[in-house]
């Protein structure tokens, strides 16, 4: 067992959330210290958490609980042992449950590769989370959108992520497509003349 940050295993951690989870003074308590401090939005929206760090912790009797974990158990119960709760939407801070998932390493990095933020080539067809891939139409449908106006947030409720996670596959898109098209246009120009 690893002594974690606030110098305890996870594991008497875990085991200390999971039991409180079931006192229902307690889990009120929880919920309590959990959303005073959420900035709670829509429920497609991500859902600030502002405390201070990357990942903001909420200190209980003597426990440093992280925020986005405490969220998911308080929606899901306690995190299976061993899993990370990741972000679909990519937001360190964002403790909206309906953005949070249990996963095993292999599936937080396969996320992060996914993202763009993993050079790590993985197999597409090894993942549970590829429903959640967008299409190259799913992003031009996107930019589309956004081209007639469309707010990004509202672009982001509908692909089912937050604004600037929309905002961040746009612009990979576009990137994407414009080099795409310079690389054509310059194969066109190199072409022998019919
Ligand atoms: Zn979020």
Redesign the pocket.
Known sequence: MNPTRDGKPSLVREAFLANALLDPDLRAQLNYRLWRITDIKGPN???LCKGCGKYPVIEFKGHNLRAHRLSYALHNGPVPHGLFVC?????KN???P???FAGSASDNAWDSAKKGKNPMTLNPDLSPFKKHWLTDSDKQRMCDLRAKGVLLKVIGAEFG??DT?AKMVMRQFLGQTKTLRASARKALSEAPPQ
Do not use: G, K, P, T
Not at 87 to 91: A, F, I, K, L, S
């Open positions: 929206e991500c859902w972000h679909h939407c990519d937001v964002c403790v909206n309906a953005h949070l992520m937050s996670h």
